[in-house]
């Protein structure tokens, strides 16, 4: 072995032109190229958003078990003041499209007034009578229902601590799920963590009472979400409910698109421009909104809705009253049936 | 013939921790300095213990990054992160392997061995084929893996002067530092390779110019 030793080539036999010699001749590493770097990247700030949007949803957790001791009451609260405070101010990762009833934002820095940029780390609150509609950063649609509270962790991560939320995606399609499209927002609640593909579903933490504890329900209306917990995880499809509560019990249900279930949040829809837009673009807008599908009737040609172009502006109306308007501006009424709204001439 | 070089006392790297506290605070330029300075060489980790199958490396260099994201918490800093989110990697492998019912693939490399973890995490090689083209190659996966082991601008500056052949002037001009100051951080990124590589592979004398006069 003696012999062997002698024949390293150490740190002092390794001089300059050496190095040289040894980083050419390896010459370039195999590497990944920049789609697949770029691929691995969005897969990874999904891990790291996820991580960060459970570390806030366990630190509400501890908070909310400490409230339960009153005599602890004053200190917990300086140190959930505290812990706000470690989370540095971010970046704006929202905009605040449509508020109404009692709304405050709170940072670490305190309840400060509202705008439409809404910052990482914000919390939004609700009151009892208050709703509100957020446009995230990546396009997502977030309402929030009365009552609920939630913190924005980044733009593609909520944190979910009280309440219900309403996510809408985009249209879900066959050939996003099929390519395993990742989920572009994950929503952290202290009892799992719910991530989708394209989508519209709701999320609430449905509180405990005398009889029954504290448990998580998720309602799917387009698409598919996935709920993951400590131990498990659950798929729910389209027009299916799960809930899960914080004793471990499971439940599974029944909820159609079209369900009235859904009407908060269609009444906390935010309604988009339509000035130039097709009335059939408005209806494909609609219709999604309320959960249904429409189609012309009576003796309207099935071209018209693409022939007529609109003017004006109706976003200050909830959805269903912009449709009323629009289609009578536009001479047309509708007929809801069921899942279906049925389009034809107005005085028929 | 085995040589491993001596073990090295677990220190703590303070630059690891306080850009995993930057990351877990929620810092978005944490996170893409951990993610550019870890994943090429995570990808180059897996792939020589995957028999060179490039999908499989990627897929698992994805795997072991987020994993390695979603435990951060368990990060001491007693070894450098590169090097922790290698041993992550090594059971991500291990569970493909396992998911399929196989062995993993007998691949032998001596930066897997616990004694040789202890400082680059440790190194050492054992040249089992003779001939050159096997030794070329050995060379060159033992450069890459002590690159992949230094620090992200050392590796940088020594990358683009002896591959891509940028003159110091250049690489002064890629970092907005003076010449002198590019010649400095080069010698100390060649002292630093110089002392991963030889702590590595302890070559025969000659062998690198012996394989190189063959190109």
Known sequence: ?348 | MMWFRKSRPPELRPDDRALVRRMRAGEAAAFEEFFEANIQGLYRFALVRVGHDVELARDISQAAICRGIERLETYRGEAPLFSWLCSICRFEITGHFRKLRRRPLEVELPEDGLEARGSLESLSFELGDPEDQALRREIGRLVHVTIDNLPPHYRSVLVWKYVDGLSVREIGERLAVSVKAAESLLTRARQTFRDGYSSLATLPAGAVHAVEGES
């Open chain 1, 1 to 348: 072995m003696s012999g062997e030793l002698e024949t390293r080539a150490t740190s002092e036999a390794l001089g300059e032109d050496e190095v040289a010699r040894l980083l050419r001749l390896a010459g370039p590493p195999p590497t990944l190229d920049q789609a697949e770097v770029a691929a691995i990247r969005a897969a990874a700030r999904d891990a790291w958003h996820r991580q960060l949007a459970r570390r806030s949803a366990r630190r509400r957790q501890i908070w909310a078990g400490g409230a339960l001791a009153a005599s602890l009451l004053v200190a917990l609260g300086l140190a959930f003041r505290a812990s706000e405070r470690a989370d540095p101010p971010g970046p704006p990762v929202a905009r605040l499209e449509l508020h109404a009833g009692a709304l405050s934002v709170q940072s670490a820095a305190g309840t400060y007034e509202l705008s439409d940029e809404l910052g990482a780390g914000s919390v939004l609150v609700t009151g009892a009578d208050g709703r509100a509609a957020l446009r995230m950063a990546n396009a997502t649609s977030v309402r929030l229902d009365a009552g609920s509270r939630v913190r924005l962790v980044s733009s593609s991560a909520l944190a979910l601590e009280s309440g219900a939320l309403y996510l809408d995606t985009g249209p879900h399609t066959p050939s996003g799920a099929a390519a395993g499209r990742r989920s572009e927002l994950a929503v952290a609640t202290p009892l799992g963590e719910v991530t989708h593909l394209g989508t519209q579903f709701e999320v609430r933490l449905v509180p405990a009472t005398g009889t029954t504890s504290e448990a998580l329900r998720v309602r799917v209306r387009e698409g598919e979400v996935r709920v993951a917990t400590d131990r498990e995880i659950h798929d729910v499809g389209a027009g299916s409910e799960l809930r899960l509560s914080a004793a471990g019990e499971l439940g599974r249900g029944a909820v159609a698109p079209h369900d009235e279930a859904w009407r908060w949040a269609i009444e906390a829809a935010p309604v988009p421009a339509i000035e130039g837009q097709t009335l059939a673009s408005f209806l494909d807008w609609a219709a999604r909104e309320m959960g249904v599908r429409w189609r012309v009737a009576g003796s309207l040609p099935a071209a018209t809705p693409q022939a007529i172009v609109l003017h004006g502006s109706v976003s200050d109306l909830s959805p269903e009253a912009a449709l009323e308007v629009v289609l009578t501006g536009s001479g047309l009424r509708s007929l809801r049936s069921g899942d279906e709204l049925q389009i034809s001439p107005a005085g028929r």
